[in-house]
């Protein structure tokens, strides 16, 4: 029983690189998210999506793309990575519906040099 | 709009001794509230929910929040801190009613256990 996993664990980018994150859930949920977590500022959201085919922004969504071509699969890309990027991101699923919990996956630790 | 705020960055406890972390929100909805637990380089796993049913939640753990729509709290308690309750802990406000369930995280609180 997976639930979310989340490649890579870690990588080191430099400036002006691009790479994709990718987030596979096997729970059949209908809602991704993929949030960055920096020290003392919780979580905050990028992008989210409600089903397959779409994606919408989120808190902090510049220098980000997202693509959800199969329910499973929550890609987050970065085309020309930024210092400003560096971070841990999470990817999370949820169940539509009322009253339910997100699950996380283990999280990418990004570094831009 | 949603918010939560966590007010304690840091909370330090002796093992055995009751914990005590301190969540309020606001919410324009009728709100779910979720503690999660980020043990040092883990994800995040859920330790409770609040979703309008009882106003006294119980969690993993020993832990438990009580909803108290007076106060805009939820207070995330445990009667006695073990070594092993160090981390991260986030306070979450969620209306599943509107914005697909996007979450607001707070800051989080940080909890030490010395022995």
């Known amino acids: 029983n997976a639930g979310v996993t989340q490649t890579p664990k870690f990588r080191v980018l430099k400036t002006g690189q691009s790479m994709t994150l990718l987030c596979a859930q096997d729970?059949?949920?209908?809602?991704m998210y993929w949030y960055r977590q920096d020290p003392g500022m919780g979580l905050r959201l990028i992008h989210y999506?409600?089903?397959?085919?779409?994606?919408a922004k989120g808190e902090v969504p510049d220098g980000y793309n997202v693509s959800r071509l199969k329910k499973q699969n929550f890609l987050l890309g970065l085309e020309s990575a930024a210092p400003s990027q560096t971070s841990v991101y999470f990817c999370?699923?949820?169940?539509?519906?009322?009253?339910?919990?997100?699950?996380f996956g283990q999280g990418t630790r990004l570094t831009v040099v | 709009a949603q918010s939560v705020t966590q007010l304690d960055s840091h909370v330090s406890v002796s093992e055995g001794t009751p914990v005590l972390l301190r969540c309020n929100y606001s919410s324009s909805y009728s709100p779910s509230l979720f503690w999660y637990v980020q043990h040092p380089n883990k994800g995040l796993q859920l330790l409770l929910k609040?979703?309008?049913?009882?106003?006294l939640v119980k969690g993993i753990n020993g832990f438990e929040a009580e909803f108290k729509k007076s106060e805009t709290s939820f207070h995330l308690t445990k009667p006695s801190a073990h070594m092993s309750d160090a981390a991260e802990y986030f306070c979450?406000?969620?209306?599943?009613?509107?914005?697909?369930?996007?979450?607001?995280f707070g800051d989080g609180t940080t909890l030490t256990v010395k022995p």
């Open positions: 729970m059949n949920h209908e809602y």
């Open positions: 979450v406000v969620s209306d599943l009613n509107t914005n697909a369930g996007k979450s607001t």
């Open positions: 999370a699923s949820r169940k539509g519906g009322l009253n339910t919990e997100a699950f």
């Open positions: 609040y979703t309008s049913a009882a106003t």
């Open positions: 999506s409600v089903g397959e085919g779409t994606t």
